[in-house]
């Protein structure tokens, strides 16, 4: 494959090919040299663009998240209220099946700290944002019974993201239920009365899917 004269089609070639590596063979097992191969590039191409696999990953995390139109879907439909929003959102999350590819390549790399506070830096910067609107939005409307949009929207983003995620911190199912049905207490006490039995029941499918196998 000839190397494409315009950078923003390189980086796309390289992000699929390394997606397609990443699922086909796992993260671990798959080189930067297996990644030339497929591509047809020199190591220096790829590396004029990435310095690292981890930032490689990134870059596809990001690029996911981006061209997800699901997320201005949702903020723009006049039918649904701030929780209506906010159940909806956090039921994709769970049942999208491209989100829990993305999640199973995560898999093998969730241990690394490098990784797991870049995660975090995303979650603050692109999804809590995006929470703390719905939550305002739900204040408004008086579907949400809530203060302080912007530090409710990191708690919980935080907790779902970090401390309910088995990839981080590894628990049975028995325990992962335990905290979950926590979480449906505190954010009902918190006025954001999000997780239903629909939503459990999706996390329910979502950790049979991506982590009982890794229990």
Known sequence: MARNKYPEETIKQILD???????EKGYDQTTIQDIVNNLGMSKGAIYHHFKSKEEIMN???KKNF?????YTKIYNDP???GLQKIKKTFIYNIADANKQTIDNVSLSIAKNPRMVVKHLEDTM??????MAKFIEEGIKDESINAINPKVAS???MLLFNFWLTPAIFMVSKEEFLDKLKFLKDLTDKIGIPFINDEFICQ??????NIFNKNV
């Open 17 to 23: 090919v390394s997606f397609k590596l990443f699922i």
């Open 59 to 61: 870059a596809i995390s």
């Open 66 to 70: 981006e061209e997800n139109v699901f």
């Open 79 to 81: 039918t649904l209220n």
């Open 125 to 130: 910067k692109y999804v809590a944002p995006m």
């Open 154 to 156: 990191e708690a919980i």
């Open 203 to 208: 996390c329910v499918q979502y950790y049979e």
